[in-house]
C-alpha cells in the first residue's frame, strides 16, 4: 500500500518562493507533482525518477519550479520559485508504478490529500 503526505504550502506574494515536500511509503518508481486551480481541471507541473533522478516539468513552471528527491528518506520536494498569481492551486504528490516520465493523471496511481498554495498579487 502506498501512502502520500505532502506539507509545505502557504500564503506567499507574487514573487516570492515555497517548498512543497511529500514523503511516500510503499513501492513506487515514479513521482509527480500536480495542481488543481479553482474551476480547472488537475494538470501536470513535475516528475521525477526514483532511480535515475530524471526530471521532466510543464511548460509553464520550467526555470521556476524544481523538483528533486531523497532516496533514503522517501521524500519528494517541490520548490517554487518566482512565484505568480496564475500558480494558485492545490498541489498533489502522486506516484506511479511506471518507470517513465508521464504527464497524465491516469497515469498514476496515488495521490496526496493536496496541500493548497496561495500567491497574492
Known amino acids: 500500500q502506498v501512502q502520500l503526505v505532502e506539507s509545505g504550502g502557504g500564503l506567499v506574494q507574487a514573487g516570492g518562493s515555497l517548498k512543497l515536500s511529500c514523503v511516500a511509503s510503499?513501492?513506487?518508481?515514479?513521482m509527480g507533482w500536480f495542481r488543481q486551480a479553482p474551476g480547472k481541471e488537475r494538470e501536470f507541473v513535475a516528475a521525477i525518477s526514483w532511480s535515475s533522478g530524471s526530471t521532466r516539468y510543464a511548460d509553464s513552471v520550467k526555470d521556476r519550479f524544481t523538483i528533486s528527491r531523497d532516496n533514503a528518506k522517501r521524500t519528494v520536494d517541490l520548490q517554487l520559485n518566482s512565484l505568480k498569481s496564475e500558480d494558485t492551486a492545490v498541489y498533489y504528490c502522486a506516484a506511479g508504478t511506471g518507470s517513465v516520465l508521464v504527464t497524465t493523471r491516469t497515469s498514476y496511481n496515488y495521490w496526496g490529500q493536496g496541500t493548497q498554495v496561495t500567491v497574492s498579487a
Open positions: 510503499g513501492r513506487t518508481y515514479t
